[in-house]
């Protein structure tokens, strides 16, 4: 009898053991995809991690559908197909996107542009084919580049591109947008905590399982190998926008992926990387882009006129500036110098 | 159970429990416990069974942990290749061929990196080395994602010792 007992015990315990493994791994769910042309991931803890995360990945593809450039069927790519000729009616959520991206371009002075989809076709960085195209040829695309052309009707929700050739590119503001929705669409579940990640641009919610809230580092523009320091995040966006990873060269020179819609060309600044850390994902995005465009002291300027966000600036010396509001939660890494603005 | 409801092994009552038993083993009724070698033969045989995935759990695990970090590689979400990386570690290197062609990933004592990749744009080979924990070098065109994973707390003070849960880059 006793030997049953002492046979059922070891038999038993590991396998009890690993029933309750399974019981803390239901309420953990995590999914990697490629959408948006990048890599995504999104991490859920809670009682309906899985369905939560399905449901966020679902979301991901709709997003791309309706407001991707290159897909047919896309509101999006209706409004180009239609540059210059006549009103695109849009959902109400493509409208709100675009609204907002044109409100951004107007307080950042032009930094941040929609509209430059046709300089990103002509120095190849939307098909891979790179080249640095003439003069001539930058000044004929730029008549054809401006966000005051863009129309919309709010009562109809209709918008229109005034000129033929005109194209409009939301990429500098999908991916934020789609962390916003995303973490709202996870929200309708019984979930305790996410991280989602889409192609570098993060968004936290609640903290991790240890109680710690969720730490997302900062990439070093100079040194893919090391950070600039590490954010402890909570219920924020973080987004960084630099030329350090899609660029090519010519003649020995560096042409960067982020168009400086003033002149035509990649944006030359003073700046590596612009980081931006806020609760609302679209205004992190977006911000970050004109923030870098705009560079160093101009973007400090504008922190100081609004400053309701958290700014991580690298320059080209290697000095990291911080705004004074996100002191506490940034840890600069060993070896930087840093300098704290407010 | 008290004493006073009988479960002494001595006391009377608990021989009529189970008399069939005391029976057949030809005892006085007794229900006093009795191991026999081949009873001590089963219990280690069984335990030795039960303990076996925890042995193996324990020594991936040992092997692993003796570094600081495992680099991983993982196409279209299946892993297909992982890898110590710390002080001690092999130099490895692992040919993945697709359709899209040829991605090679290496990994040593101090990283990992994509060495080579057919993909047209090379944002994997530009990536460079990635030596910390969270951090990741994706080649979209394979669908693949090279990724370093903690297996130890971080020893670098200004990182959290839990490590980095994201990079925003």
Redesign the interface.
């Given at each position: 009898?006793?030997?049953i007992v002492?046979?059922a015990f070891?038999?038993f315990?590991?396998a009890s053991c690993?029933g309750l493994k399974k019981e803390t791994d239901a309420t953990e769910a995590k999914e990697?995809i490629?959408a948006m042309?990048?890599?995504m991931?999104i991490e859920v803890r809670g009682r309906e991690a899985k369905e939560a995360v399905n449901a966020g990945v679902k979301e991901i593809y709709r997003l791309e559908n309706l407001l991707s450039r290159s897909i047919p069927e896309s509101e999006i790519f209706a409004v180009n197909s239609a540059a210059g000729e006549e009103y695109t009616t849009v959902s109400a959520e493509t409208f709100q996107v675009i609204s907002i991206s044109l409100l951004y371009s107007e307080m950042t002075d032009g930094c941040f542009d929609v509209t430059v989809a046709p300089l990103m076709d002509l120095w190849g960085f939307s098909s891979?084919d790179y080249r640095v195209p003439n003069p001539s040829e930058i000044d004929d695309v730029m008549s054809s580049v401006g966000y005051e052309m863009v129309r919309i009707e709010e009562d109809s929700g209709r918008v229109m591109l005034e000129k033929k050739g005109m194209s409009m590119d939301l990429g500098a503001v999908t991916k934020g947008y789609a962390g916003d929705r995303v973490l709202a669409v996870i929200q309708q579940y019984d979930i305790e905590s996410a991280?989602i990640?889409l192609g570098?641009?993060?968004t936290?919610f609640g903290k991790?399982k240890?109680g710690?809230p969720?730490?997302?580092?900062?990439?070093d523009p100079e040194n893919?190998?090391?950070?600039l320091?590490?954010?402890?995040a909570e219920n924020q966006s973080?987004?960084?926008s630099?030329g350090y990873?899609?660029f090519f060269e010519s003649d020995g020179k560096v042409y960067i992926h982020i168009m400086d819609p003033e002149t035509g060309r990649p944006a030359e600044t003073d700046l590596l990387s612009v980081?931006v850390i806020d609760a609302d994902g679209i205004k992190c995005d977006i911000l970050s882009t004109a923030l870098f465009v705009m560079g160093k002291d101009a973007a400090i300027g504008f922190w100081r006129e609004n400053p309701d966000f958290g700014m991580i600036l690298s320059d080209s010396s290697g000095t990291l500036f911080v705004s004074q509001n996100i002191k506490e939660e940034f840890?600069?890494?060993?070896g930087k110098s840093v300098v704290y603005f407010e | 159970m008290s004493k006073e409801n009988g479960n002494d092994g001595n006391a009377p009552k608990a021989v009529d429990r189970d008399p069939a038993g005391a029976e057949a083993r030809g005892s006085d009724f007794s229900p006093r416990l009795s191991f026999g070698v081949p009873d001590f033969l089963l219990i280690i045989v069984l335990v030795m069974a039960g303990l076996i995935p925890f042995v193996f759990g324990t020594l991936r695990a040992t092997k692993e942990s003796d570094f600081e970090k495992v680099a991983i590689l993982t196409v279209a979400g299946q892993e297909v290749w992982r890898c110590p990386v710390g002080n001690g570690s092999e130099p490895s290197e692992f040919t993945y061929s697709s359709q899209e062609g040829i991605l090679i990933v290496r990994a040593d004592k101090s990283g990992a990196w994509v060495a080579h990749s057919d993909c047209p744009d090379q944002i994997c080979v530009r990536t460079g080395k990635i030596s910390r924990a969270g951090q990741i070098s994706v080649c979209i065109p394979f669908r693949a994602v090279l990724r370093i994973e903690a297996t130890n707390p971080i020893s670098d003070a200004w990182i959290h010792p839990d490590g980095i849960d994201a990079v925003s880059e």
């Open positions: 009898m006793a030997a002492v046979v070891f038999l315990f590991p690993s990697e490629f042309n990048t890599y991931r891979g991280l990640n570098g641009n993060v936290v991790k240890t710690a969720y730490h997302v580092a900062i990439a893919r190998g090391e950070y320091g590490v954010l402890a973080i987004v960084t630099g990873e899609r980081s840890s600069v890494a060993d | -």
